[in-house]
């Protein structure tokens, strides 16, 4: 399979945010933030795969700053890593007052997505073509990111297996809760 350029599946989403997307205290609902990443991740992902994709996970979503109603919020999405079906794309997010020529970065995000083949199976997606030093670092973060969940999952499943008394006790000790257990 040839390899692709990191930038020829770029993909950008610009919108404008409508009152209809704002929450009760008057800023844009993170859930219509979301749902415009996965739609740019996507196609994204689905440019470079040549093949429909599916989203399997979304990692450090974290709405920085506020985004008003009449901003142009801009996704800008590029391929960061693939494995086999699997590609990491990665995600910026900002928001600019057209009024005062204001832009704020929101976010940077990282999608996980597979490629799947006619067969519904996950299909081998082309390997990335890293042309500067900037790319070689993104695509290596995302392997650093996906060895670090790996660990972090490992451990969580150590965690259930702890025995609660003992150590839940010891870990909430200065934590703002009430322990009532009833038996
Ligand atoms: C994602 C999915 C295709 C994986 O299927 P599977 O039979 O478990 O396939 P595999 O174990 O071979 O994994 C395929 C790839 O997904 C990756 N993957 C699976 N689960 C993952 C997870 N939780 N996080 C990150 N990557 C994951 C694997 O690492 C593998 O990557 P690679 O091919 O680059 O090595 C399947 O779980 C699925 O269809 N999930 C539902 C997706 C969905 O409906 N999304 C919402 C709507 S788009």
């Not at 599946?9 to 404008?16: F, Q």
């Not at 219509?32 to 979503?61: F, P, Q, R, W």
């Not at 506020?66 to 919020?73: A, K, S």
């Not at 590609?87 to 900002?94: D, N, P, R, S």
């Amino acid at each position: 399979m040839k390899p692709l350029d990191y930038t020829s599946s770029d993909t950008t989403i610009t919108e404008l945010m409508i009152p209809a997307y704002a929450n009760f205290g008057g800023k844009i609902h993170g859930g219509i933030l979301l749902s415009l990443m996965d739609k740019v991740a996507y196609a994204c992902a689905t440019k470079h795969a040549g093949n429909y994709c599916v989203t399997v996970s979304v990692d450090e979503v974290e709405f920085l700053e506020p985004v008003d109603v009449g901003d142009l919020v801009s996704m800008m999405a590029r391929v960061n890593y693939v494995g086999n079906s699997s590609l990491v794309i990665g995600i910026k997010v900002t928001a600019e007052n057209v009024k005062k020529k204001l832009v704020k970065h929101t976010n940077t995000c990282y999608f996980t997505m597979v490629a799947k083949g006619d067969d519904d199976k996950p299909a081998l997606v082309p390997p990335l073509l890293l042309k500067t030093p900037l790319a070689v670092k993104r695509f290596s973060e995302a392997l650093l990111r996906k060895e670090l969940k790996r660990y972090h999952k490992s451990k969580m499943r150590d965690a259930q297996d702890l025995n609660v008394d003992a150590n839940a006790m010891e870990r909430l000790k200065n934590e703002r809760c009430v322990i009532e257990l009833s038996n």
